[in-house]
């Protein structure tokens, strides 16, 4: 059972937790030198001495942490680490002066585009991205050859833009001139499961972990391996890496990241109380953390909260101004009857997606679930076939299997739903909305005790996932009724 297995680990599990012994988890062989060696990163973050006062006569006019936290910051965008907002703001001022200086710079272009693509990302701020490809095209007109740096940033600019083709093919290209830098690889896992090529993924997540990584690189290539095992299933695992990956984290952006990912984690699993202190765990380290400002409003919806969900999500959005957040956000007012402001939220969804695409977003995802549910079904179908036909991802088959659904063609709907939750076709993930919506699909189709599967099932993995559609949800598998004692239902087999 999903509750039995994978709910409240108990105290001592993660990062935030009280202490306690730790319960045995069960490892991957290959993983277990990973997570040993983590635990002594861990240690030696620790152990490193702080360095003593200096004299008032050497010390800098300038603050003495800047250097520091600049050259973190450098090192962080190159290598696709988490960095903290106003490290990266810092940042690019920096590398802005330093192309002017040396316009002939490869590596300080390369750099500077790395770094808007970083605060692009960390404040859903498109216009920053066509400012990244002019910089790393900047680069590659110095360096055209070999510029592994420039090809690697370009790889996360068309990740941020969700053009999982462009990624894939920029990424392939990094990885082929630097096989044995482990920051090549999350970036192309991240275009293989944006273009459904999950065996793509798992092929280069077993080549980075078999790479030999330093105490400081250990901790983010433990977090792609979380990613990985997430979408497989495997939430034990991934919840093993990233608390491992928070507890060996070098700075604090990173820790924040990797908590966050916990927090989400428990979300997903309908684990709220966990959630909510390992979003807010993360926050207090870096309080523009995507992932937690938003994740902390879900939760706190969740958990009835409504007056603070409501204060945090437009926290969230005046920090992260992002279509997915603004949906969420006019889903919750719809569940609450305030109709007016929710109509608000989905229009801003569409300014919010149109500032993306002017920035070469690619926001059909989330305008076709918009569409599909608060707009027009037959547009969410036309948009998210030509989706699909571009990059075949699990999301992409949930969305249009569901918009179908929407559109009246239950049948069509079906293969797609499936897709998104079939084991031997990639869609390991477990997912509540993805169980939830095949499950309304074969009730629409007269499919009885798959519905009721899947519906159960969707409420055991998260409870609360939507506050507009958990509680339908509900009233479905109530209205589907108990099978009967000792026979089986007549669509079992």
């Not at 009280?18 to 030198?33: G, I, K, Y």
């Not at 920096?94 to 200086?101: D, G, L, N």
């Amino acid at each position: 059972m999903e509750k039995r297995q994978y709910g409240h680990a108990g105290p001592g599990t993660s990062p935030v937790a009280e202490s306690a012994p730790r319960r045995p988890r069960r490892w991957p062989r290959r993983l277990l030198a990973v997570a040993l060696v983590s635990g002594a990163a861990a240690g030696a973050v620790l152990a490193l001495p702080s360095p003593g006062p200096q004299p008032r006569e050497q010390r800098p006019p300038s603050p003495a942490p800047a250097p520091d936290l600049r050259a973190r910051a450098l090192t962080a965008v190159t290598t696709g680490l988490p960095a903290a907002l106003p490290q990266l703001t810092e940042l690019i001022t920096r590398q802005e002066s330093v192309v002017r200086q040396r316009p002939t710079d490869a590596a300080a272009w390369a750099a500077l585009g790395a770094a808007y693509v970083a605060r692009g990302r960390q404040t859903a701020d498109a216009a920053d991205f066509p400012k990244a490809e002019r910089a790393l095209n900047s680069s590659l007109r110095v360096k055209s050859t070999g510029n592994a740096e420039a090809l690697g940033a370009l790889t996360a600019l068309a990740n941020a833009r969700r053009d999982f083709p462009a990624a894939k093919r920029y990424g392939e290209q990094a990885l082929k001139l630097t096989p044995k830098r482990w920051s090549a690889y999350p970036p192309l896992i991240d275009a293989y499961n944006g273009l459904g090529d999950y065996t793509g993924a798992r092929r280069t997540l077993d080549k980075l972990m078999a790479l030999r990584t330093s105490p400081a690189e250990r901790p983010a290539v433990m977090a792609r391996a979380a990613a990985v095992y997430r979408d497989r299933g495997w939430r034990e695992d991934a919840v093993a890496q990233l608390t491992d990956a928070a507890a060996a984290a070098g700075t604090p952006a990173e820790r924040a990241a990797w908590l966050a990912g916990v927090g989400q984690l428990a979300w997903e699993r309908g684990d709220r109380d966990d959630a909510l202190r390992h979003f807010e765990a993360a926050l207090r380290l870096d309080p523009a953390q995507g992932t937690a400002v938003t994740g902390r409003a879900r939760t706190l919806a969740a958990l009835g909260r409504t007056d603070q969900a409501l204060t945090a999500y437009r926290d969230a959005l005046a920090k992260q101004p992002d279509p997915g957040t603004a949906l969420e956000f006019g889903e919750l007012y719809e569940s609450l009857g305030r109709t007016r402001d929710a109509g608000k939220q989905y229009a801003a969804v569409r300014t919010l997606a149109e500032r993306g695409a002017s920035g070469g977003v690619d926001e059909e995802l989330v305008l076709g679930r918009l569409e599909a549910d608060h707009g027009d079904p037959d547009e969410a179908v036309t948009r998210l076939r030509a989706e699909w036909k571009r990059q075949p991802g699990i999301e992409v088959a949930d969305a249009l299997g569901w918009a179908l659904y929407r559109a009246g063609d239950e049948e069509e709907a079906l293969k797609y739903a499936t897709v998104a939750t079939d084991k031997a076709k990639g869609g390991g993930v477990r997912s509540a909305s993805h169980a939830f919506h095949r499950g309304m699909i074969e009730r629409e189709l007269g499919h009885v005790g798959p519905a009721r599967r899947q519906l159960s099932d969707a409420l055991l993995v998260n409870p609360y996932f939507s506050p507009v559609w958990a509680p339908k949800a509900r009233r479905a598998v109530a209205g589907l009724g108990d099978p009967e004692d000792g026979t089986l239902p007549e669509d079992a087999l």
